[in-house]
Structure formats: C-alpha cells, structure tokens
C-alpha cells in the first residue's frame, strides 16, 4: 500500500511504477537495429495470453521511482529512449517525456493504445490487442502499426486495425514468437500480395540480447 504522498506523485507523473531500464538493440518494428535506452514500466490489464513480460502487470509489484532518476540513467546511455510495459499509458507521461525531451533525447513509445495518449512522443508503435481496442487519440497520432499474428484470424484484424489509424502510420506483421515457424511463412506471403505491410521480426530474440 503507498502512502498518500507517493501516490499524490504517482497520480501526477512524478514517480512512475519502474520495472526495469536497460541498453539494447531495438528489435523490433520499424527502428529496428537502432541502439536504443529501453525503460519498462510496471502495470497493465489488457491481459495478452502470449505475453513474455506478464511480471510487468501488477504495477504493485514494482517501486515508484522518480522521473528524475529515471532521465538521469537514460541520459548516460543513448540518444533514444524507448517507453514500453505493462502498458505505460495507464499512467500519466507528460513529466517524464517533458524532462527527456529537456535532454535532447529522442523519445518512443510502445503501446497497446488502450488508454488516452499522454506526453510529448519523437515516434509511437501502436501495437493493437482484440480484448483492449486502441482509444482514437493513439490511433491518430500513432507513427507505426505492428499487429502480432498469432493466427490466420489475425490477418483480418489487422485489416481493420489498418483502417482506423491515421494514413500516415507505417504498417507492419509480426509472429508472435512461440507461432513464428507456423506464422512466418503465412506473413511472407500475405505481404508480397498485399505490399502497404511489412514483416517484423523479433530480432533480439534471435540475437539473444534483451
């Protein structure tokens, strides 16, 4: 239970539910291969059952930390900074996106869009799931579309997903990991018939890093 005053904080943005920060190679979507500061932050309730970071979602279980401290290690590491969950947008971004853009850092974001768009963003990958649609704002505003392929139905969700974002945003496919050799070679063959699509991989997964 937090006390008042840390959850006054929490409530504003000033401290944020950190569960883990790290130096990596993005694997991921369109910025992939690019060095990249990834802060992961703790809680979500979209409930993805392939998810590979459930310890993200009890945001209880992971301290509130500072902003300050937070821009403090990204700003040692890289010019690029990625945000990602849990779902970061059940938390107010405004401070935290305000003081990295201070520093001069490029500021991402990976979301499901299930909660209205908070903060200033240099780049959004809006990752749609069924059980938690994207709020208009993300989708407006989003740069990049990823939509994960678990099966065949997925095509047909991404279609419509396609059709609700802004005609701007970059689209892509990715298999979901435990159905890559299965997916995969469905992805290849829907891009090359339907070319506005781009595959995704998860490189880092077969790079091995995190």
């Not at 310890?55 to 040692?76: F, R, Y």
């Amino acid at each position: 239970m937090l006390s008042k005053e840390i959850q006054l904080e929490v409530n504003k943005g000033a401290m944020l539910p950190l569960m883990e920060e790290f130096y990596t190679i993005q694997g991921e979507g369109f910025h992939t291969g690019t060095a990249a500061y990834f802060i992961r932050i703790g809680g979500c309730d979209v409930g993805c059952h392939w998810c590979d970071v459930k310890e993200s979602w009890n945001a209880a279980l992971h301290p509130p930390t500072s902003v300050d401290l937070i821009v403090e290690n990204a700003n040692n590491y890289a010019n690029t900074v990625v945000v990602t969950g849990g779902e970061p947008l059940m938390w107010d971004m405004t401070l935290l996106t305000q003081k990295l853009k201070e520093q001069n850092l490029k500021v991402h974001i990976e979301t499901s869009g299930a909660y209205p768009l908070s903060g200033t963003w240099d780049w959004i990958c809006l990752s749609p799931k069924k059980n938690k649609l994207p709020t208009e704002t993300v989708y407006d505003n989003a740069h990049e579309l990823k939509v994960i392929i678990f099966n065949k139905h997925d095509f047909i969700f991404a279609e419509e997903q396609a059709e609700k974002v802004n005609p701007k945003a970059i689209l892509f496919l990715q298999p979901e990991w435990s159905k890559k050799e299965e997916m995969t070679p469905l992805i290849v063959d829907y891009v090359m018939k339907n070319p506005k699509w781009r595959v995704s991989l998860q490189t880092h997964k077969y790079l091995n890093i995190p």
